[in-house]
């Protein structure tokens, strides 16, 4: 079912495989401070499609560290865990569209399929792109595999789906420039993406376009490390015949190094913080909201 789209709606979109640190803390003051500004929604949304790495103690604590910040959103709490039928109904259209195709490679044999071609080329996270050793495949050693109990993942067929589409695309970017300006997408930075994972029912790029169809989002506000993300979300939104939300890619808070802080560098969290007294009046006004 899709909410109703007649007030902007943001959302802030964490995942629970760690806790919040302050960069995260920024991103969800400013989320709600756009919200407010502009009369509309504020969602919370964990995504939790990782079940490897994802852990309900952090989700807890997200909901926890949020109240004690101050920032509220509208009930209920999203979950990307509720949604699994839905990307699995966007992976067969994609599917039956014939812009998907799965692919049986391991992780290692795309590394050493990469590491065999001097300066093959990188996404923008820096992992080779898929030299498209399945993409052929034909219908008998598909069902062959299949039958042998190999898992295959999805694979979007970049080509295919350019040319399906048949034009470029872009999206609106509004900064501190609230006129907003046209960027244009890049979605051949990503290759022949992964769009369903083994392991997980779906992969982050069709979670995030599905529900922010879903819940009506109409203005997504995130860190610039998803900019080049968002080219590939607007293909797949236009595959999926899903509209486009306004983008605001904003910077990313940095540690004392000039490192960015991310939950795996063991950045500090809202909770050491809390742990060590501070409040979270000084938490807001140091990060600027108050
Ligand atoms: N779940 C992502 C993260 O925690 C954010 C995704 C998004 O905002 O689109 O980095």
């Given at each position: 079912m899709t909410e109703s789209a007649s007030q902007p709606v943001f959302r802030f979109a964490p995942s629970p495989n760690g806790y919040l640190h302050i960069g995260h803390a920024w991103s969800a003051l400013y989320n709600q401070r756009l919200a407010r500004e502009s009369g509309g929604r504020f969602l919370l949304r964990?995504?939790?499609?990782?079940a490897g790495r994802c852990r309900r103690e952090y989700d807890d604590a997200i909901r926890e560290d949020l109240a004690w910040l101050g920032v509220t959103w509208e009930e209920p709490v999203r979950r990307q865990s509720e949604h699994f039928d839905d990307y699995a109904r966007a992976l067969r259209t994609l599917r039956d569209r014939g812009v998907a195709y799965p692919c049986f490679c391991s992780r290692a044999e795309v590394a050493r399929a990469a590491a065999a071609v001097p300066d093959a080329p990188r996404d923008p996270d820096g992992a080779p792109l898929y030299?498209?050793?399945?993409?052929?495949?034909?219908r008998s050693e598909i069902e062959r595999r299949l039958a042998s109990g190999r898992e295959p993942a999805l694979r979007l067929d970049l080509a295919a789906a350019l040319a399906l589409i048949g034009r470029g695309l872009s999206w609106r970017e509004f900064g501190e420039d609230a006129a907003g300006r046209v960027v244009a997408a890049e979605?051949?930075?990503?290759?022949?993406?992964?769009?369903?994972?083994r392991d997980t029912p779906a992969s982050y790029h069709i979670a995030v376009v599905v529900d922010d169809a879903l819940q009506g989002v109409t203005d997504v506000a995130r860190g610039r490390d998803l900019f080049h993300a968002t080219g590939l979300h607007r293909l797949l939104q236009e595959l999926l015949g899903l509209p486009a939300p306004r983008y605001r890619h904003h910077a990313l808070l940095l540690d004392e190094a000039g490192a960015k802080l991310s939950k795996s560098a063991r950045s500090k969290s809202l909770r050491a913080l809390r742990a060590e007294g501070a409040g979270a009046a000084e938490v807001r006004a140091r990060l600027g909201f108050s």
């Open positions: 964990i995504e939790d499609i990782d030299p498209g050793t399945c993409r052929g495949l034909d979605p051949g930075l990503w290759g022949d993406a992964v769009i369903g994972r």
